[in-house]
């Protein structure tokens, strides 16, 4: 089992850019796939970006493509999510995800094994 806690959130004006980290505790975090997803009020849970276990291949959701960047340290259990040119569309809360799976779950929500409790990222404009 892995435990995940996000930080990084907050309020930030259209055109900044915020980094939230997800530090994992647990079992060994190279075996796990890692995915962000966001969930803003009255809509579903939707992906944002994913990375595998070597952190060599990123997916990104096309609204995020080419602002927002997903890295991970293996050394220090922590996967990133760099998030420039914000829009008030981004408005949501934030969590980070596990995926023990042997296929790289990317997307794929109800693949994911773990989740994090969530950090809200408010974009004003």
């Known amino acids: 089992q892995v435990q995940l806690v996000e930080s990084g959130g907050g309020l930030v004006q259209a055109g900044g850019s915020l980094r939230l980290s997800c530090a994992a505790s647990?079992?060994?975090?190279?075996?796990?796939?890692m995915g962000w997803f966001r969930q803003a009020p009255g809509k579903e849970r939707e992906f944002v970006a994913a990375?595998?276990?070597?952190?060599?291949?990123?997916d990104y959701a096309d609204s995020v493509k080419g602002r927002f960047t997903v890295s991970r340290d293996n050394a220090k259990n922590t996967v990133y999510l760099q998030m420039n040119s914000l829009k008030p569309e981004d408005t949501a809360v934030y969590y980070c995800?596990?995926?023990?799976?042997?296929?790289?779950?990317?997307?794929?929500?109800?693949?994911?094994?773990?989740w994090g409790q969530g950090t809200q990222v408010t974009v004003s404009s």
């Open positions: 990375i595998t276990r070597s952190g060599r291949v990123t």
């Open positions: 647990g079992r060994t975090f190279s075996d796990y796939a």
């Open positions: 995800a596990a995926d023990s799976g042997p296929l790289y779950a990317r997307s794929r929500m109800k693949s994911y094994d773990y």
